[in-house]
């Protein structure tokens, strides 16, 4: 029987108080995506510059730690689901990875080569794969099926703000402290640790199964699971579309060259994506459970396309580097918490966080492999021909993930696996 993973909504009904309030450890979640973000993009703003202005790598090189970057989490984000799901203590694995994440930000100072800053972002993507699935399950256990979208959307938001002053702080400190990169990498690992404490100290541990009682889960029976069309088809969608995905690094690289932007200033791009997300994660969200998460989610892909021609068109200057920083956030308010709404509204209770982690893992592998692809494009046929290219390759894959999601059957509800 053909199971579709389209959402539509009104499927489920949840009483209105319930729908209207967003859940304490939403927003507590929230709080610590709000404290990492703020760590990790403080880097992750300096980290594209500092490799290839202060360090001296060559644009291959960057393509390498990208990918690594990208996808290097794929190895654990189905460890971090299982073990959630195995032994229904998501909160915890959730907070190992957090910790792993934390501590590869003081590493990152007598890291000087490409090797040692290679083993720094493995350990830092390691523990955000540990961590992912676990604490996307932790939400939609606490969220009511019809708000789910809102709730990501909540989340996603909190998670931005820590994502937009991140960079201001980054840019702050180059623009005040000499030679400032030492700087950020220790106050980008203080922000952590609190980000840490507010998890352990304040996040209930909250059990998905506790109400129905102790349930084994086996990995024979995940896999199953994972197998069923409701979940196997969100899976290869995500990861046909992350193939042909641009790292953002490469993006703003792009953006800076073009414009010839001071190296001080180029934590702003991500500032001016970050802006454009958190304006639109909550109404993208909520829009996603009104009208379908896969409809939203493929919307976005739109506008992604729509960045690659801004970067590889003939105009340049402030306003046209605005104009792609919005389409960027907007591309990222409409997919990056829409994807596991999706997946967990699919998804049976017992193998939600693997079903979260296997979408999840689809899309940072496709990633790794576009990101090695587009730096190799980039040295040898240029950028401007290489975002056409990645341009082209995006709208041939959007029909097949609409079809892969069910978009071209109308009117079929989403189906929990069984």
């Given at each position: 029987m053909y199971v579709s993973v389209r959402d539509r909504p009104g499927t489920d009904t949840t009483p209105a108080g319930r729908r209207g309030r967003v859940a304490s450890t939403v927003v507590l979640l929230g709080v610590v995506s709000l404290l990492t973000d703020v760590s990790s993009e403080m880097v992750n703003a300096v980290l594209p510059i500092y490799l290839t202005k202060v360090l001296g790598l060559g644009i291959l090189a960057y393509g390498v730690v990208d990918g690594i970057y990208q996808g290097v989490s794929a190895l654990v984000r189905v460890v971090g689901g299982y073990l959630a799901d195995r032994y229904d203590h998501p909160k915890w694995v959730a907070a190992a990875g957090y910790s792993v994440s934390a501590l590869s930000r003081i590493a990152l100072l007598p890291a000087h080569g490409f090797a040692s800053v290679s083993?720094?972002?493995t350990a830092d993507r390691l523990g955000k794969g540990l961590r992912t699935a676990p604490r996307d399950t932790m939400i939609a256990a606490?969220?009511?099926?019809?708000?789910?979208?809102?709730?990501?959307?909540?989340?996603?938001?909190?998670?931005?703000?820590?994502?937009?002053?991140?960079?201001?702080?980054?840019?702050?400190?180059?623009?005040?402290?000499?030679?400032?990169?030492?700087?950020?990498?220790?106050?980008s690992f203080a922000v952590a640790v609190a980000g840490v404490a507010v998890l352990v100290l304040l996040v209930p541990g909250r059990r998905a199964r506790r109400r129905q009682g102790p349930r084994t889960v086996t990995a024979r029976g995940v896999l199953r699971q994972l197998a069923s069309p409701a979940v196997r088809r969100p899976v290869a969608a995500a990861g046909l579309l992350g193939l042909v995905t641009i790292g953002d690094g490469f993006l703003y690289l792009a953006l800076q060259d073009r414009d010839n932007l001071a190296a001080r200033y180029f934590p702003l791009l991500y500032v001016g994506t970050n802006i454009a997300y958190l304006a639109l994660a909550v109404p993208l969200g909520r829009l996603a459970d009104r009208i379908g998460r896969a409809r939203v989610f493929v919307g976005g892909q739109l506008a992604l396309v729509a960045v690659y021609l801004v970067a590889s068109g003939?105009?340049?200057?402030?306003?046209?580097?605005?104009?792609?920083?919005a389409l960027l956030g907007t591309y990222y308010a409409a997919t990056d918490g829409v994807l596991p709404a999706l997946v967990s509204?699919?998804?049976?209770?017992?193998?939600?966080a693997s079903a979260i982690a296997a979408a999840q893992t689809a899309v940072v592998l496709a990633r790794f492999v576009a990101s090695l692809g587009f730096g190799w494009l980039w040295m040898t046929i240029g950028l401007q021909h290489a975002l056409w290219l990645a341009c082209g390759l995006l709208l041939v894959a959007l029909p097949a993930a609409g079809w892969?999601?069910?978009?071209?059957?109308?009117?079929t509800p989403a189906r929990v696996a069984p």
């Open positions: 083993a720094v972002i606490a969220s009511p099926p019809d708000a789910l979208g809102r709730n990501f959307g909540v989340h996603r938001a909190l998670d931005t703000v820590g994502a937009t002053i991140g960079p201001l702080a980054a840019f702050g400190l180059l623009l005040f402290v000499a030679d400032g990169y030492d700087a950020i990498f220790v106050v003939p105009l340049s200057g402030l306003g046209t580097t605005v104009v792609a920083l509204r699919v998804a049976p209770e017992t193998g939600r892969l999601l069910g978009l071209h059957r109308r009117g």
